[in-house]
């Protein structure tokens, strides 16, 4: 079994200031990936940045990038320079490689409301 | 760049009706997913979908759930009677075949609200 934790429910941020979203997770897959999505007031899921499992280094996505700790099961959302548009519910996910076929169900966190502050 | 489309983007129905939610995945994918979000809450996995067949699904998929792909390009969630705790987003999404664990995407939602 998958799972996810985001341990912070709700985060402020100073405009342009950067800002670190925790994320753990835990799976027996040998290989799996992990996601985080944004999902505004509007409610769509915006996908931000992947990381595999066997990447070698951590993903970068414009101002997004994935402090990718496998050790230590830690898969942290960085954002920097932050701006107001910012301000939304972000879901750290995994994906594995468990089961036959492609069919792998990505499992979710429970969110990190991040506020960014003028 | 591929997107997943969802209709309606936003559907009000009565308790007890049926209701079907639309989807066209991305067009080479092969996998096609559904999943809930009642609001407030995280995301859950309902159910997949693989050579016109379901391939898993979740408690919450009970038999009032039914997924179809009548067609080539689309991928339906119906719930038959709909009970006011189905209120949630429901998001359809789809992948490539195995080999690339980000080839994953989610569809822009649809707000159900059951009143």
């Known amino acids: 079994a998958q799972k996810i934790t985001q341990t912070q429910p709700g985060m402020f941020v100073q405009e342009k200031e950067a800002v670190t979203l925790d994320c753990t997770y835990d799976t027996s897959d040998p290989s799996y990936g992990l996601f985080w999505y944004k999902q505004p007031s509007s409610g769509e899921m915006i996908f931000l940045i992947y990381?595999?499992?066997?990447?070698?280094q951590n993903a970068t996505e414009g101002r997004y990038s994935l402090n990718f700790q496998k050790a230590r099961k830690s898969a942290n959302l960085v954002i920097s320079a932050s701006q107001l548009g910012d301000s939304a519910m972000y879901f750290c996910?995994?994906?594995?490689?468990?089961?036959?076929?492609?069919?792998?169900?990505?499992?979710f966190g429970t969110g990190t409301k991040l506020q960014v502050i003028p | 760049e591929p997107e997943v489309t969802q209709t309606p983007s936003h559907q009000v129905t009565q308790m007890g009706q049926e209701v079907i939610l639309r989807c066209v995945p991305i067009s080479n994918h092969l996998y096609f997913y559904w999943y809930r979000q009642i609001l407030g809450q995280k995301v859950e996995f309902l159910v997949s979908?693989?050579?016109?067949?379901?391939?898993?699904k979740s408690e919450i998929f009970d038999d009032q759930f039914s997924v179809e792909r009548p067609d080539g390009s689309n991928f339906t969630l119906k719930i038959r009677s709909t009970k006011l705790e189905d209120s949630a987003m429901y998001f359809c999404?789809?992948?490539?075949?195995?080999?690339?664990?980000?080839?994953?995407?989610f569809g822009s939602g649809t707000r159900l609200t059951v009143v």
């Open positions: 979908f693989y050579n016109n067949e379901i391939s898993e």
């Open positions: 990381q595999g499992s066997y990447d070698q």
């Open positions: 996910a995994m994906r594995g490689s468990g089961g036959s076929g492609g069919y792998q169900k990505v499992t």
């Open positions: 999404a789809s992948s490539r075949e195995t080999g690339r664990l980000n080839g994953y995407t």
